[in-house]
């Protein structure tokens, strides 16, 4: 591809955001705080786009009757759903400028990456990252600047991609403020996430989803409980569409998980305190080793 | 019992700690705040005690050769390991002040008050009572007084205890900054702790134990498995005690969370998006009660 903007200042560049929920309405505000050229949004809701420009989140709003601004933008944000990117592709390829470099922030890669660059104009780049930098809740509300501090940053170069397009996208995620930023291959990152990522949502649900919950279980908890439970509040729609593009991967990590439950089992039916301890002081230097 | 103490304001209180390890540093660093009149201190450690003194967590070190100054005490929280709680009254019972109210912290109580009281002196009184306030970690270091703030308390009164000391205990917690006190006795309240907080833990240990971890998950994590492997890092003694003590219901309780894994892995096998949207759904609701 041309080396086309890869060079330029971070805050000569325009970038277009597509999708304004949680994770778009970050990228805006952490694009806003680094003072970008112009942030251009896109968004199925005309409402949403128009709190994000009211809001002075974007600076202009791409609506169906000016698509061609999109070809101003150097880089493309796909915060869509994973299902959605091809199609944006799709529709607004005509509008895209030479060169312009387009990413996305999706929790599962697959062939994702082949699949939307066999779409695009030659000179246009797709390459696929993975900021690990969600929260509970849904929406553009939610949306914070600070979700990619001290973050991991996942990027996932696929044959086609340019090394100027991968050094671009690592010293884009540093500037964004993340602390490590990783390259792993599609097959990795699915298989990865699927423990890292997936499982931990699993869990949650179905820990406050346990016939063992009533009423009265909030005057009984703790931070235990509350933290094991935060991330049990995500959005079913896009969370259901992560799970079965893993789903494989995810079914895997929860019986490896089974396993671990059994050990517990056993040693509490067996009054094993040996094996409790060894499993606690096992975790606990794990755990610190995560900081 | 004699009235003794329970019209007194908890600025004329004097209280005695026993265990300056998180949760007893805990409470004298409340206390202090509460600006109590006097806090004793007693630990197996001399170091500890010292370190409490000189850090004015207390105002006297209780040792082999001042045990008397417990007499001097209206209130003695036991902050120590369930197992010792017995031994300590046995050890001491001769010390204590007629009227005095001693109650505990520990997160299991089965017969435990009823074995206590049975050793105190004609006129003492044992109240059982659990703070949902611990955190990660452990030993006087992790002490904080906001441990207390927004937290539930739960009280667990038995045949033995007055009217005096279970309302004089529902007040000090709210004094804490417990935002609920709640009465439950002691088999409910090992029944609901298994789920509440043994589960959480166990959970949490098993996440960062599954065999998917490796030197490389800390750059794939995000919030999810932060907040869900956090108090994975916890006292191994303590909670092996804690665990065993209430094997039988926290074996229950990872079956019925088992049950809710096979339906997770069902639904994925059968590429259900309905049926996991459904769980997201539920759970969604579920969380957002417990604020």
């Known amino acids: 591809m041309e080396s086309g903007f890869k060079d330029t200042q971070i805050e000569d560049l325009t970038f277009a955001i597509i999708g304004m929920g949680l ?11 680094l003072k970008v050229k112009k942030i251009l949004g896109m968004d199925i809701s005309h409402g949403i786009l128009k709190a994000c420009l ?9 609506e169906e009757e000016n698509r061609q601004i999109l070809s101003t933008a150097d880089v493309v944000i796909c915060c869509v759903y994973p299902s959605d990117i091809v199609d944006f592709v799709k529709a607004n390829k005509e509008h895209l400028k030479p060169g312009v ?4 922030a999706t929790g599962i890669k697959g062939d994702m990456s082949e699949k939307i660059q066999a779409e695009l104009p030659q000179g246009c780049e797709f390459i696929a990252g993975h900021p ?37 996208l690592e010293e884009f995620a540093a500037t964004l403020g993340s602390k490590a930023v990783v390259q792993v291959n599609a097959k990795e990152h699915d298989e990865i996430i699927a423990y890292t990522s997936n499982l931990p949502h699993v869990l949650a ?19 235990s409980f509350k933290d094991g439970t935060r991330v049990a509040d995500i959005n ?5 569409d992560l799970f079965l593009s893993n ?3 995810v079914v895997i990590e929860i019986e490896k998980y089974k396993q671990q439950l ?7 039916k067996e009054n094993d305190a040996e094996a409790l301890k060894d499993m606690m002081k096992e975790a606990s230097v794990k755990r610190r080793e995560l900081y």
Chains 1, 2 share one sequence.
């Open 205 to 223: 649900v179905a820990l406050v989803n346990s016939a063992s919950y009533d009423d009265n279980t909030k005057y009984f908890i703790a931070g």
């Open 247 to 249: 789903r494989e991967n």
């Open 132 to 168: 690990m930098a969600g929260r509970q809740g849904s929406g553009l509300a939610m949306a914070a600047a600070e979700i990619f501090d001290g973050s991991n940053y996942i990027i996932v170069p696929a044959s086609h991609n340019t090394e100027a397009a991968i050094v671009w």
């Open 262 to 268: 059994d050990k517990w089992c056993k040693a509490l």
């Open 236 to 240: 079913p729609e896009l969370w259901s």
């Open 101 to 104: 470099l387009i990413t996305d």
């Open 23 to 33: 994770i778009g309405g970050s990228y805006a505000k952490a694009l806003r705080k």
């Open 54 to 62: 009211n809001s002075h989140l974007i600076d202009d709003m791409v």
